[in-house]
DNA sequence: TTAGGGTTAG
């Protein structure tokens, strides 16, 4: 395929090799020059001759004795003559000195002395200007180029940007004469012009002419020409992936390769434009080459786009073809494995990378590849993200003891991080004062981290005060900090404190930011403050932040439980015209207000714009529609509904749905109907929890149907399914008064009994 | 390599 073909935008070819005039043929300098030694002119008598033609008028020369006199005693071979040229002053007076001495003295090498002239007027002022000048005349003398001279011409035109007149000389060569060098230049002046076409047909050219160089013909691609084609593919935004690829297998095929550096900017470019497949291809072709180009770095580069993507299968052969093709990892590669590992929880996998990494000796240092305190943090963090903060602590003393690396700041955070998440606050403060004795300064991190693990396991009075202590000790707190502070106390209903909060973050010069924004509204929407809520989304607002999808469902969420549907409606309205689209939890939080005040033709209307949005209706609309029939006592719609929902639009009904089904049915004295609902979950896989058996034990207890909650607190605890206060409120009452008691306790004892158990033989139980 | 928020039906 040409490269041509290639292109998005198909334009008219630039047609290079034909429809132009081959005004000159090259002369080869060597050819012309003289092989057998000549006698010098004595420098003295050179410096009188140029003295006397840049003195006098060029119209005087015939005249003038002493000139004739001079030229009389050098030896006026042509060689001589274009030498003397060449020391002229201007490019004007060597001019006229060559026609002087073509008719006066001895005819010269036209092809030669057009060479001088050039070189003359390339050192002139508006050199390109002169050039034109002379190789306007030079075409008027049909006088062939030199080489020399085609390379001053390109190389003065393409200094000044005269893309036009450069690619003229081109095609005023013929292509047998035409060199690498100025198909480079050519190349990277029309590279750089944005003419993309042109440049792609003269490359085309360079790569199909190359079998043709070994006869002296074509001008192969050498390393400039990669040099400046992998300049645009880094440099160019709308290039196609496969042209990435097809040019650089090209240019390989003539021996001419990226670096290193190069083929990991490349993949990194694929990578960007999620060309991942392009990427691991060009990675792999290039891999094939014997001794190739392919290195460490490039293969981090295609890791790192593999980890992106969690293609872990691919990491491993590429990480096989690595050791087959002897590329040796480095601690960016392992550090590349480590953490996509870790962000995928696949931690043990990761330590066995470490492990890996840290088993050979190859280097003296004990080592094949030294981990570096990064390696190490991936690892500590990976482990307390998955709840093994007790693993990465053991492993941060191993490290320590093997004198591999000294914990910085982000190894104490990450493992303070790991202890606050799994409630082990006092170990986190531990790990806090041992970080300030080591002398391991903590940042603004450590505390953010202290304060939200404090504030999240109900301790927001300590977080409060390690809050105060650390900014008398010179950590101030940011917007972070405030975000912790102001959640927790939104959390336990203490908005006045959370606002003050608010307004201490103000004076304190932190900038809010869209998260401690929507942590407020989301709080004073929960209090029920709704019409502070909108003060706040105001001041939002005027900082320049704009609403989400999420906020807004929070917001008519609010106002749909106050049944404030005026306000629900503008806030949708505001909602598309800021361009966020009302998505499947906007509709389903409305359709299920219109569902609990009953007004169903609404409900239905609101669905239908759903759908014509090109929504898919879930299990939550058609639960919220449920929901509303079963309110108002129409059970047999709420079925018809349930129905439909299976078998018409195919979606499989949930615990949830069940739940509101079953709590109905039994609250309509249809328990026979609940009970069997019930035993369709156990056969759909659809698990019940906690209320569905509250459910379930009050119809039961309604009918009076003790056989059947005895199998119903059997199959709870099958299950695993813990009684909550409810579900023992219902058996209390119910069992007492029928003298049952006995098995209550039983039931109850189990549950003790699975709750001192290992968790992994709980949940088999 | 480390820290804060996340909405809908029971």
Not at 141 to 147: Q, R
Not at 220 to 230: A, C, E, L, R, Y
Not at 397 to 403: A, C, F, S
Not at 730 to 752: C, D, H, P
């Amino acid at each position: 395929m040409s490269i041509r073909t290639l292109l998005s935008s198909p334009k008219q070819p630039l047609h290079l090799l034909k429809h132009h005039r081959y005004l000159s043929a090259i002369v080869d300098i060597d050819n012309v020059l003289p092989t057998q030694p000549q006698p010098q002119t004595p420098p003295n008598i050179t410096s009188k001759l140029i003295h006397l033609l840049n003195s006098i008028n060029t119209d005087n020369w015939n005249d003038n004795d002493e000139l004739r006199q001079l030229l009389s005693t050098i030896n006026t071979t042509p060689p001589t003559l274009i030498q003397l040229l060449r020391r002229l002053g201007t490019s004007a007076k060597a001019l006229k000195l060559y026609q002087w001495v073509q008719t006066n003295v001895v005819p010269i090498s036209p092809s030669l002395a057009y060479q001088a002239i050039f070189e003359i007027a390339a050192r002139e002022p508006d050199s390109c200007l002169k050039l034109l000048d002379v190789l306007e005349l030079s075409r008027d003398e049909n006088v062939a180029l030199t080489v020399e001279s085609v390379a001053i011409l390109v190389r003065s035109f393409a200094r000044a940007q005269m893309v036009d007149e450069v690619r003229r000389v081109f095609n005023e060569i013929q292509p047998c004469n035409r060199t690498t060098y100025i198909c480079n230049v050519l190349l990277a002046l029309m590279f750089r012009g944005g003419n993309v076409d042109d440049s792609l047909v003269l490359l085309d050219e360079m790569l199909q002419l190359e079998s043709e160089s070994e006869s002296g013909l074509g001008y192969p691609p050498n390393d400039s020409t990669g040099f400046i084609v992998f300049a645009w593919l880094l440099r160019e935004k709308t290039v196609r992936p496969e042209m990435v690829v097809s040019l650089v297998f090209k240019l390989g095929d003539h021996g001419v390769f990226p670096d290193g550096m190069t083929i990991m900017r490349l993949i990194t470019k694929l990578g960007h434009g999620s060309h991942c497949s392009q990427a691991w291809e060009l990675l792999n072709g290039l891999m094939k080459i014997k001794e190739g180009p392919v290195d460490a770095q490039s293969c981090n580069a295609m890791l790192t786009w593999l980890g992106r993507t969690n293609d872990f299968q691919k990491m491993n052969l590429l990480m096989a073809e690595m050791k087959e093709k002897g590329i040796r990892p480095n601690v960016v590669t392992f550090g590349v494995l480590v953490m996509y590992l870790c962000k995928s929880r696949r931690v043990d996998e990761a330590l066995r990378v470490l492990n890996e990494m840290t088993k050979e000796e190859e280097n003296g240092e004990g080592f094949f590849v030294r981990p570096d305190v990064v390696i190490y943090n991936t690892l500590f963090d990976g482990l307390c993200k998955v709840g093994r903060p007790g693993e990465a602590l053991a492993l941060m003393q191993k490290m320590r003891l093997q004198n591999v690396c000294a914990p910085t700041t982000v190894t104490y955070n990450c493992l303070i991080y790991g202890f606050c998440k799994s409630g082990e606050i006092e170990s986190s403060i531990e790990l806090f004062d041992q970080m300030k004795e080591e002398g391991v300064p903590p940042n603004i991190i450590t505390v953010n981290t202290l304060v939200d693990g404090m504030c999240k396991h109900g301790r927001i009075g300590t977080a409060l005060k390690f809050f105060n202590d650390m900014q008398i000790n010179g950590i101030k707190g940011d917007t972070v900090t405030y975000t912790s502070l102001i959640n927790a106390h939104c959390r336990v209903n203490n908005i006045d404190k959370a606002m003050a909060l608010f307004d201490e973050m103000m004076s304190a010069k932190c900038t809010p930011d869209a998260i401690v924004y929507y942590t407020l509204i989301s709080g004073l929407i929960q209090a029920g403050q709704l019409d502070d809520a909108i003060s706040i989304v105001g001041k939002m607002k005027a900082s320049g932040f704009c609403l989400d999808a999420v906020s807004y469902n929070v917001l008519i969420n609010g106002f749909c439980k106050e049944n404030r549907m005026d306000k629900v409606s503008e806030i949708f309205k505001e909602m598309e015209l800021s361009g966020i689209r009302p998505d499947e939890v906007t509709y389903n939080t409305i359709i299920s207000s219109l569902g609990k005040s009953g007004d169903f033709n609404t409900a239905t209307e609101t669905m239908k714009k759903m759908i014509g949005e090109g929504l898919v209706p879930t299990v939550v609309t058609f639960g919220a529609l449920i929901h509303g029939y079963c309110i108002i006592g129409k059970l047999d719609v709420a079925m018809t509904i349930f129905e439909n929902m299976r078998s018409t639009s195919k979606v499989s009904p949930n615990t949830v749905i069940y739940n509101i089904l079953i709590d109905s049915l039994c609250k309509e004295n249809k328990t026979e109907v609940a009970v069997s609902l019930m035993d369709e979950m156990q056969v759909k896989g659809v698990v019940p929890n906690v209320i569905t058996y509250n459910a379930m034990f009050r119809g039961l207890q309604e009918k009076k149907w003790l056989d059947k909650a005895l199998e119903m607190m059997d199959r709870m605890q099958r299950q695993a399914c813990n009684p909550d206060y409810v579900t023992m409120e219902i058996l209390t009452e119910w069992f007492s008064a029928v003298g049952e008691m006995e098995s209550l306790r039983n039931f109850v004892q189990e549950y003790q009994v699975s709750a001192s158990l290992p968790r992994n033989e709980a949940k088999l139980r």
